[in-house]
């Protein structure tokens, strides 16, 4: 694993009521990853906006931070899309609202969309702060994928750097994994003996990953494996709802088919309703 798998963030600076909560946050996250941040404006450039932006940013020149800004006209997604591999941009931050009217449009229309097709990790913020709340429990995703490992390991560097307190690794499992049919006691006996011989698989298969990542990375993080058995992405968004995760961390998915966008895919469970902040990671 690099040791700063993000050495640019972008963020797209919409002038809107959240703008300046929404530069704080990617300015400490650049601090605290050692990156430089690039601001993504759609639009053109005038100075009153490169005044205020710069007023946003001025408690953070004490700390060094290395940011530029660029503005450009066209559509929302193709500006923010293009400028982030212009720029070699590693995590793009976006500004989203939680259960709000036109939660569904801006989900549906742009997270959505450059979510799809971004080239790096995407950290979807629904709630930011001008002052910092310190992030204290992640969630992150332990499905049988082959990003999952490298997804886990980047968690506990993000962890580190935000000097978290708390890991749950959440094991989504299937249920048609457990293939007997429930109908009396013995069959429901058959059942839990699958489930636990799946937990212990899944639990063996996650320690396995957590020994080879560095234990400067897992030293001062309570670590917790947690397998469910549900639908994927629906599941491991309820349980970062209802354990006040402040951060979800997932792989993104590995292809986007014509089918994906006919049928609801884990990712797209997640963005149908934010349970916390969302790092999708690529």
Known sequence: MSLHPFK???IGAAFSPNLKANLCEAARLSLFFKSKLILIHVGEVSDDKT???NVFLKPFEKDNLDYDVVYKSGDPVDV???TSEEKNIDLLILGAVQRERFLKYYVGSIARKITRSAKCSVLLLIKPSVERIRCQHIVVNGL???KTEQTIKTAFYVAKQLNAERITIVEEIKQEQVSVKVEDDKSLRRANI?????R????SRIKDIIDHIPENQTNSIAIKTQPIFGKQGYSIGHYAQISRADLLVMNAPSKMTFWDRLFPHDIEHILTELPTDVLILQ
Do not use: A, C, Q, Y
């Open 8 to 10: 640019t963030i972008g």
């Open 51 to 53: 005044k205020m932006l």
């Open 80 to 82: 923010i899309l293009s």
């Open 144 to 146: 049988k994928d082959p």
């Open 194 to 198: 699958i489930k636990e011989r799946i």
């Open 200 to 203: 212990h698989r899944e639990n």
